[in-house]
């Protein structure tokens, strides 16, 4: 990856073909069809969110300002000179309609934060930085990074810093997913009750407690040894580990890093899902774009029983993430660091606090893995209840979890030599292609599977990991649909009773732990994570493999 070569590639790129090319775009076309009806009662509810705007041709007329580039149908370049301080260019996956929803959030300056492709070019200002700052078709506005922000720097430059806002708060906040050998004509009859059963087995809500009995010392082993540490208790089946990303461990973590009022936080909410648009889906394969690849995961036609978890480090995460802002902030002004955003405060990975820094936040991506593992072995006894069988019968197996927030070391080709460089991928996923040395061995002859959530009531995607991730975006791709509106504003435009309605009438049983929080997680918050996942293999940095719809869904 450079800044020179990665253009290059860009221009010379033909988009990506695959026999079933013709396939994809008619299904596509139809899904614009059947979704034209929800798309109209979108727009009318975000009422005055969005001014009108005709139609206009690529180029700089429509994206407002003359360091915004528009490269194809799916890239944007983002110039030096963008903001100040800039060290190298973004670049952002958008098409047109996507790109329109960025442009309207730069020139209504509504959020307390920066819009979000200001963010991506600040970040192109972070200390070491090597390649592009990019950003996903997902992206919205965060804090210091956008959502959806992808960088790296050099891990052997004494200068090159790790930025906390380039992680997020819900460190490792990711996705799991598993197969069943269950149809959906098994479930059909039996929504709500395999609803209770998944409600009472997983504890929901902000602040939710209720997880596991455990004390500091397990504690400590979790947050050191991850998912390892909970095959002796048998809360996960050893092949599980197999199948999540790094093994469901960061071995760099330092559970001595973690302050006491993280670890206080997080020992009652292992195994929990807390709110905000966290989620436990029973879903059916609704469409198998790739059938061979499907077949490696263990999904044979469409109607087979999947079930998707999304959850991350919950209060211990989010307060390692507190604690170190607190000091990057002191620490940046004693540094007289020169950053656009105070938000983007950041240390130099080789310093002592940039150090400390990287161990409390593996120590706290270690305890997510394990809180899905928890949730995980919950959705099995929930199943086992309510079909009176053992989870091994139904085929309860792993077939991949992914992070989304997180900061790694990765060996990446950059400038044409090999480099270890510390990837941040906030809202962004690892899509690793097909022979890369750290995914399983199952999958090295299709590439890493990529779980891509929608949001609620939607689709979600299975993707593939490709070898033009590699050389484009350190190897990512995005993580769901990205929100359109704030959580304010969804309020206002929505009704918690009228979304459960909609759901109840396609087909979804619904059950939240705090009935407001349907409309702040309605599907008209978000963006349409069929046009982003399709952003994203067209654009060939992921592959699609196969749609799962929803039919019953845990929330906060």
Not at 65 to 79: N, V
Not at 152 to 175: E, L, M, Q, R, T
Not at 374 to 391: G, L, Q, W, Y
Request: aromatic content about 6%; charged content about 25%; some cysteine.
């Amino acid at each position: 990856v450079s800044t020179q070569s990665t253009w290059g590639d860009v221009h010379r790129q033909v988009k990506l073909k695959s026999d079933l090319e013709e396939e994809l775009n008619a299904i596509f076309q139809k899904k614009e069809v059947d979704d034209k009806q929800n798309t109209k009662k979108k727009t009318e509810a975000k009422g005055n969110q969005r001014n009108s705007k005709k139609s206009k041709s690529i180029g700089e007329e429509v994206l407002g300002h003359p360091c915004l580039e528009r490269i194809d149908d799916y890239r944007i370049r983002i110039k030096n000179g963008f903001v100040p301080n800039m060290r190298t260019e973004g670049l952002v996956f958008a098409t047109k309609e996507l790109a329109d929803l960025l442009i309207h959030e730069m020139e209504s300056g509504n959020s307390g934060m920066q819009p979000s492709l200001k963010q991506v070019a600040n970040v192109a200002g972070i200390p070491g930085i090597v390649g592009l700052s990019m950003a996903m078709p997902d992206i919205h506005c965060g804090y210091g990074f956008a959502i959806g922000n992808v960088c790296a720097v050099n891990a052997d430059d004494p200068k090159a810093c790790v930025s906390p806002g380039g992680v997020g708060f819900d460190i490792n906040c990711g996705v799991r997913l598993l197969r069943t050998n269950l149809m959906e004509g098994a479930i059909a009859d039996r929504k709500e009750e395999i609803a209770n059963a998944l409600f009472k087995s997983i504890p929901v809500g902000a602040g939710s407690g209720r997880g596991i009995d455990i004390n500091d010392s397990e504690l400590n082993n979790m947050l050191t040894y991850g998912m390892e540490y909970l095959i002796d208790r048998k809360l996960v089946w050893p092949e599980d580990i197999d199948y999540c990303e790094e093994r469901g461990r960061l071995s760099w973590a330092d559970a001595s890093k973690v302050s006491s009022r993280a670890r206080m936080r997080g020992v009652s909410q292992v195994g929990t899902m807390g709110a905000g648009n966290h989620y436990c889906e029973v879903q059916v394969v609704d469409e198998i774009f790739d059938h061979e690849a499907a077949a490696v995961m263990g999904i044979e036609k469409p109607g087979q029983v999947c079930i998707m978890i999304h959850s991350g480090s919950r209060g211990l995460g989010h307060q390692v993430c507190t604690d170190y802002l607190t000091i990057l902030d002191k620490e940046m002004k004693k540094a007289n660091f020169v950053l656009n955003d105070r938000q983007l405060a950041c240390a130099p990975i080789q310093s002592k606090v940039g150090s400390d820094y990287l161990g409390a936040m593996a120590a706290a991506a270690n305890f997510a893995f394990c809180n899905r593992s928890i949730m995980v072995s919950r959705a099995r006894e929930a199943f086992e209840k309510v079909f009176k069988s053992t989870a091994r019968d139904l085929g309860m197996h792993v077939i991949y979890d992914v992070c989304h927030n997180i900061a790694k070391y990765e060996d990446h080709e950059v400038d044409g030599q090999k480099m270890r460089v510390l990837v941040h991928r906030k809202g962004a996923t690892r899509a690793f292609p097909p022979g890369h040395p750290e995914i399983p061995e199952k999958y090295k002859p299709i590439g890493q599977p990529v779980l891509i959530g929608g949001s609620m009531g939607t689709c979600s995607y299975v993707l593939t990991g490709t070898e033009h991730s590699m050389k484009e975006t350190f190897g990512s791709t995005c993580h769901g649909a990205g929100r359109e509106m704030s959580r304010a504003l969804a309020i206002k435009s929505f009704q918690s009773s009228s979304v459960k309605e909609d759901m109840k009438r396609q087909g979804i049983y619904v059950k939240a732990g705090d009935a407001k929080l349907l409309a702040e997680e309605a599907s008209g918050a978000y963006k349409d994570v069929t046009s982003v996942v399709k952003t994203c293999h067209e654009a060939g940095i992921s592959k699609l493999c196969f749609r799962l719809r929803p039919v019953v869904v845990i929330k906060g």
